[in-house]
């Protein structure tokens, strides 16, 4: 004997059988939803995995380093454009140097200060005093040669040795900060050699290309109608000497405590720098700072 089951109607609703499609079947709730692949997986993009917050986002170079070009630098105030235009033989030097920046970890001074020895004109400049690299220290160097942060205390020995001989020279209380900024804004460029330094490693930029840059720029100084009277002081400064032919170069010995007893003390040199623009005709600097006494 045989048995016929009776045949179940096929269901039009979908109820009776698995639906047609995974879709369907994600929908009925008989598999998990298929995800989206930027749940799941990493997004095609870097710039779509720093949205996500994946990854931190690709710092603006410019807000790292330095501006790869002079133009670039002055358009953002870092230098002026007098400076600019007159540097641009040595701009390859430039752009060497601050490639390099890349390689560090991190570099002294902040980017913004780097070129503030150029704030103003060429023509603004009445004396150039010239220094090596800037203080390794971080909070110390502030873009201009021998001058520190306001803040700093104790100050820098060489700087504190150049203060006695200012009141020695010309009876001016030495201050109680290293800021030389007041000289800056009355004509004294203050420019070190090299523009940067690894933290901690004094001299660690050099023959990057900031010695050519410069070269460049006290080439432009000694070309003025009125080229600045020019300080040297120690071996280093005083090898620069030939380029500055036909000014008026005041050499002596650095300031440093290794070195000031052996002719830097007793040798007056801003007196002699204010002499010689005298003669030129010339106002003579105010070396006199803001008065909170060192000793």
Known sequence: MSLSLPATPASSDGHGLLPATLTSAAERGLLHPAPESDTVLLPATLSSAAE??????????DNVLLPATLSSAAERGLLHPEWAAALAPAAEAYARAVASLAEEPEFLPAPELVLRAFARPPAHTRVLIVGQDPYPTPGHPVGLAFSADPAVRPIPRSVANMFRELHTDLGI??????DLSAWAERGVLLLNRVLTVAPGRAGSHRRRGWEEFTDRAIAVLAALPQPPVAILWGNDARTLAPALAGTTVIEGVHPSPLSASRGFFGSRPFSAANAALVAAGQEPVDWSLPEDTLF
Do not use: D, V
């Open 52 to 61: 996500r917050g994946l990854l931190h986002p690709a710092p603006e170079s």
């Open 173 to 178: 209380t030495p201050p109680a900060s290293a």
